[in-house]
């Protein structure tokens, strides 16, 4: 037999505050708050500016974990409806079903499951979102513009979460569909729009952006058709002439500047006669100065046969001259719906992309019922018509009617 001492209270160290429980009240009282939306940052905020001298209690020493383990314990997060996640997210499609034409979801393929006349392997994930309001969206306005592009780092199994997006009469970016998948090739690609094009019909769109992979435009011409100007994503063309003028230029860093300068010369001028001048030229340079013949050749056979794709001068009258509505939208979701926290699971993203949705429908009810909330399009014409306003009209001179 073993003699065992039991202690009815604390041994080995005093009674302290930190080693205390919350209290039951004080439990209820933070789930109230995260009942009601409140974020952590401000809960530990109201927390800890309820301290009164003398009056120091357990509740003062809140912590994000405390938080996380209430939320459980009341089962507060409305994200999960499982602790598998895979498990939850089939729970939720299967839930979401239900509501028919509404349901968000449009296809649905969880891995391991086979999917008979797609071109998903066994293997293969992919969830499409589309909520009524952006089907609405899709109809009304990519006629005009569709700009799409992937992004990882939402999910911790590497799913690409690619976003179809257009631009609505204030100038502002409206994501019209979401796209959860293992892979963004031409294949998964094709599947997306087929699923979109069997939710609102075929789409006749005027331009189409998207990077320098050619899977989404060769997906969408199959599916939706040919789009009458196709462009280049801004940044991606930045990007890959950055790297390849390190990469491919053979000289020093001051020779590397003048290539660059050069090229965003190219790429800013908007006279179109100007521009094939200057493409000329800068050909001509390349191929005789020592040390730019490599990365002469490579934009020559890479960019300069197809420069209505990423030249300035091809994009007037369009309305994207850049890529920041893509941009906005990626980082709105990284930074205001996951906190700029890395998120792990796929069901709490599709939760942050349906808030999304839902906030960018009151924000255009805003702008459409109190015209309040200016966009940065908005201002910019607002700041044009100002300048216009100041120009002496002795300088102006009518070309023809409306010129």
């Known amino acids: 037999m073993v003699n ?3 202690y009815r209270t604390h041994t080995g160290h005093s009674l302290s505050v930190g080693s205390l429980h919350l209290t039951t009240a004080d439990r209820a009282m933070v789930a109230e708050l995260i009942a009601q939306g409140v974020p952590d940052t401000t809960i530990l905020k109201k927390v800890r500016e309820s301290i009164q001298v003398g009056l120091f209690r357990r509740v003062h020493l809140l912590s994000k974990q405390d938080i996380r383990n209430i939320r459980k314990e009341y089962k507060l997060d409305d994200s999960s409806a499982h602790q598998d996640d895979a498990t939850s997210v089939d729970l939720w499609v299967r839930q979401q079903e239900r509501l028919g034409k509404d349901s968000p979801v449009i296809y649905y393929k969880a891995q391991g499951t086979e999917d ?9 994930f992919m969830i499409v979102l589309m909520t ?19 992004t990882h780092g939402t999910n911790k199994y590497k799913f690409y979460l690619t976003t179809l997006l257009t631009v609505d009469e204030f100038g502002t970016g409206c994501p019209v569909s979401y796209c959860l998948s293992a892979h963004t090739d031409t294949g998964s690609m094709q599947v997306f729009f087929e699923q979109i094009k069997k939710c609102i019909g075929n789409i006749k769109t005027k331009v189409f952006m998207s990077d320098d992979c050619d899977c989404y435009y060769s997906a969408w011409s199959v599916v939706m058709g040919h789009s009458e100007h196709r462009l280049l994503r801004t940044w991606h063309v930045d990007r890959a002439w950055r790297r390849n003028i390190c990469a491919k230029v053979n000289g020093n860093a ?27 030229g800068f050909l001509t340079w390349c191929a005789e100065e020592e040390g ?3 990365f002469g050749k490579y934009f020559k056979d890479r960019y300069s046969w197809r420069a209505h794709m990423w030249a300035y001068s091809y994009r007037i009258g369009l309305g994207l001259n850049t890529n920041m509505f893509l941009e906005a939208n990626h980082k709105t979701l990284k930074y205001s ?14 939760q942050a992309l349906l808030h999304r949705t839902r906030d960018s429908l009151f924000q255009r009810l805003i702008r459409l019922c109190k015209g309040t909330e200016r966009t940065t399009r908005s ?22 009617d409306g010129t």
């Open 292 to 294: 730019t013949e490599e």
């Open 4 to 6: 065992v001492k039991f």
């Open 132 to 150: 009524e309001y952006q089907q609405k969206m899709a109809k009304k306005f990519c006629a005009e513009k569709v700009l799409i592009d992937s």
């Open 379 to 400: 201002a910019e014409i607002s700041k044009s018509h100002r300048r216009g306003c100041g120009i002496n009209k002795e300088l102006i001179h009518c070309v023809e």
């Open 254 to 280: 001051m020779l590397k500047s003048t290539v660059y300068k050069a090229l965003k010369t190219l790429h800013l001028q908007t006279d179109r006669e100007k521009f094939s001048e200057l493409l000329d």
């Open 116 to 124: 008979n006349g797609n071109k998903l392997s066994e293997s293969d």
């Open 337 to 350: 719906y996951l906190l700029k926290k890395i998120n792990n699971r796929v069901d709490k993203c599709i």
